[in-house]
């Protein structure tokens, strides 16, 4: 058993049914259409039996640590975030042209190839495109369907909404940032990590934390600083803090988090935590299993991703080394060959032992965020095993 | 004045500057990401200036139908739904390789130009589709933000979601069975019109009135053969008609909707008016006049799409005309010579006149659905004049 194992479990496998559940009542929907939309909601269904469901398990111990009862009801809410993740990936993989995703041909391969062998009419990539960017909206929309049909109080829910709201203009602003700098060649450490504040330590850890404390009535007064960029509407600080929740349930460990301390305790988790996910990720990414992984070996270097890992590599790299890097960074005909050559010049240059020594010290930080905040004890446990387990190396 | 400029412009300006300080206000959180953001939030406000607020409207009405009181918050949650609207069109002309929306290229075209212009790294194409699926994703979610954030109590929300929802499911679902219908070939009028019921009956019309109207409280159980499609879950009808909501205010002209009659008077007027502004959009993708579609001149003909008016006038062509029409059809490279020749083709097998008479006829069957439908006499009067403008020859 991976450490961890028991927080994740604990709530995996909860999150697993209630996706089954909404995504079969959904099915009713679309094939109430017509049985022509069976392909789409097959599609959907297969993506979704996979992924580790770390958002829903973040959000879910945000909940717990802020005093929020076990129920089913936070469950549903949270599995919702996996259908934002789902459709983040679809179109996600669309934009880098992946052919695999979670061990599958990804959703617009799955329509190209339906198309190529009907030989249907017109073009099979855009027929491909088209159904994936289709079926991304979908499950985008239907994150607020089984959020706000997760049976939480009307109240709760008003007081998670602003965070959800958050979270999703942070994911898809961070995709347009990786992408525009993809773009643009800006290949400096700086740029890659100012990416993954917004793709990966906000919209992974931080926000689900918030979310789920903001549904249990916690106070986000901690978190106020981080949203005080907007322009005072309804996602300024004061909105988010929302009403302070008379209803919000005693917790141990502290005072009861009237001062905004559980949000701010939740950021200090967070960011060093999502940087340490993300440099896990940027070296699976090229030394990662396939069986593991879902994608390809060595995916990250054939789609020429602009990884921290990558930039430190090259920040260290010898002439050598950086000349191998860039020939392969990119190629779409990368085979197992280039792949071991690239592997052995980006472990040349010492990137992947010093990604390693800030996963250690990040993840170690994070933990060391959650003492003295006042949350339970419980739930103290489980986000130290999370931290863990989200950034181990058979991830 | 055209008429029913009086209801659509009552409306329309409202859920204008509704649009331009929500948008301002994200405009605020995203530039607080980094200056980086702002050509797209240009983009969106740029594409957000225009638009005829039609579902808006439709909502709008079916909440004073409902008896529901001129208010801002009828308006925020009603504007709303143009935000789905933009971020659906930035989507469908990427999937149709449109060049032009409201007169401007079209948010994909925009970017790709921007790469081209600075010449960045790898393919204008791709970085120009990533943006638009990016900003469509983006404008998607801001829908539950603007609606949550309306101001409407939360028992009115609560009641709204679920149609909210099925809109959204029914939409998308319409639009890949129109994709799928273009790809396998099918070329009849029962398939253009399935794609329309989804596509436009329903979303641009039935289900903003339903959602104007669940808003306000009225029982929506008329509506309920048409959603008993569902597995039973929290879309049935049950879930739809929500509370029985105490709160309604009172109606003039009938009984107090408790048999759902004005739902179902809502879908009798959506039906046919539906497929009547349909036909409407069919003829102006033929023969629009650009400074009024805000498209190029038979747009329609050159993406080859799929219409009831193509259908109709496939079904009537001699084979000379149907050898003009298939010629042209789908041809990026048309031009002014073939447009006219195509118009000429079309309007010779009669189809044009066809779909002219069918508008008339749906049109005032939607306008006799309202008879003694219990709504307030203001909101019939205002639905009749939309149903009107909705459909009037200078759209």
Known sequence: ???????????RDRVDRALQSFVGQQRGVLLAGGDDLRPGAESIAGLLAGGKRLRPAFCYWGWRGAGGPDCPE??????????????????????????TRRGQPSLHRQFEARHADRRWHGSAG?????????????????????????????????????????M??????GQYLDLLGQAAGDETVAGALRVVEFKTTKYTIERPLHLGAALAGADLAGAGADLAGSAGGPL???????????????????????DGSLAAAYTAYGLPLGIAFQLRDDILGVFGDPAQTGKPAGDDVREGKR?????????????????????????????????????????????????ERMIGRRVSEAIAALDG?????????????????ATARDG
Chains 1, 2 share one sequence.
């Open 1 to 11: 058993m991976t450490p961890g194992s028991a927080a994740l479990g604990h709530v």
């Open 74 to 99: 936070i469950i549903n809410a949270a599995a919702a975030l996996e259908l934002l993740h789902a459709g983040a990936l679809v179109h996600d993989d669309l934009m880098d042209a992946s052919a």
């Open 126 to 166: 855009a027929f491909g495109m088209g159904m994936a960017i289709l079926l991304g909206d979908l499950l985008i929309c239907w994150t607020d369907e089984m959020f706000h049909a997760s049976g939480l109080p009307g109240d709760a829910l008003r007081r998670g909404r602003p965070v959800l709201d958050r």
């Open 168 to 173: 999703r203009t942070e994911v898809f602003a």
């Open 236 to 258: 300024a600080a004061g909105a988010l803090a929302g009403s302070p929740a008379g209803g919000a349930p005693a917790r141990d460990g502290g005072p009861a988090g009237g």
């Open 307 to 355: 990884t921290v890992l990558l930039a430190i590599a090259r920040s260290r790299a010898t002439a050598g080394q950086a000349q191998v890097i860039n020939r392969y960074l990119g190629d779409p005909l990368l085979d197992q060959a280039g792949i071991a050559e690239v592997r052995a010049a980006i472990t040349g240059t010492g990137a992947v032992a010093e990604c």
């Open 373 to 389: 905040a006042p949350m339970t004890g419980e739930a103290r446990e489980a986000l130290a095993e999370l931290a863990v387990a």
